[in-house]
């Protein structure tokens, strides 16, 4: 079965301080997709990054960047220098590669939310 | 390019009545996806079409809701007749492909009283 966990479910910091937050995930798979999502409090779900699971190469965008270790199974998201517009809850997910039968849905973890202060 | 529109944005409603739900996808994909998101159980798929049809629909909690796909560019999710556990808010999400990243539409949030 696929899961994923992450284990922080709230974290606050104050502005401009670096934050990273955790996800680890479960999967027989050898081939699978890694997600990030972003929910600011207007509640939408912003895509924020899809990874594969061949790709180990870090990710760096503005002020994210993605650490991906298949060794820990962990896929884990810094925000650096952050701001009170960071403030949201942070999804990770994973999808199971389409085909025999997997329909590519998101399975999502419980959220971190996250609290940037002035 | 316009995303994923869904409508109504938020839906009150009295236990018993029929709800239904829009989603409009993103142009050109051709995979919809149907959400429910609660504090409970957080971030949860209903069903999902592939080409305009039904592929999985496993999470469906039960006969009382049902969900269409008449055509590429437009889906519903009915619920009938809704019950206070429905409350939640529920997404609609299109991908270009399986295993593509989806795109949310900004959501309904349904409250039965």
């Known amino acids: 079965a696929q899961k994923v966990t992450q284990a922080q479910t709230e974290i606050s910091v104050v502005e401009k301080e670096d934050v990273t937050l955790d996800c680890v995930y479960e999967t027989r798979d050898t081939t699978y997709y890694l997600f990030w999502y972003k929910q600011p409090p207007s509640g939408e779900l912003v895509f924020l990054i899809r990874?594969?699971?061949?790709?180990?190469q870090n990710e760096i965008s503005g002020r994210y960047s993605w650490n991906f270790q298949k060794s820990t199974s962990s896929f884990n998201f810094t925000i650096t220098a952050s701001q009170v517009v960071d403030s949201a809850v942070y999804f990770c997910a994973l999808s199971r590669p389409p085909g025999s039968g997997n329909t590519g849905k998101l399975i999502f973890g419980q959220g971190t939310t996250l609290q940037v202060k002035p | 390019d316009a995303g994923v529109i869904q409508s109504p944005r938020h839906e009150v409603t009295e236990m018993g009545q029929e709800v239904t739900l829009r989603c409009k996808p993103i142009?050109?994909?051709?995979?919809l996806f149907w959400y429910r998101q609660t504090m409970m159980r957080g971030l949860e798929l209903l069903i999902y079409?592939?080409?305009?049809?039904?592929?999985?629909d496993s999470g469906m909690p039960e006969d009382r809701f049902s969900a269409k796909m008449p055509n590429a560019s437009f889906s519903t999710l009915k619920i009938q007749p809704s019950e206070p556990r429905d409350s939640a808010v529920y997404f609609c999400?299109?991908?270009?492909?399986?295993?593509?990243?989806?795109?949310f539409g900004p959501g309904t949030r349904l409250t039965v009283t």
């Open positions: 999400a299109s991908s270009l492909a399986r295993g593509h990243e989806q795109y």
């Open positions: 079409f592939n080409n305009n049809v039904p592929i999985d």
């Open positions: 990874r594969n699971s061949f790709d180990e």
């Open positions: 142009s050109g994909h051709n995979s």
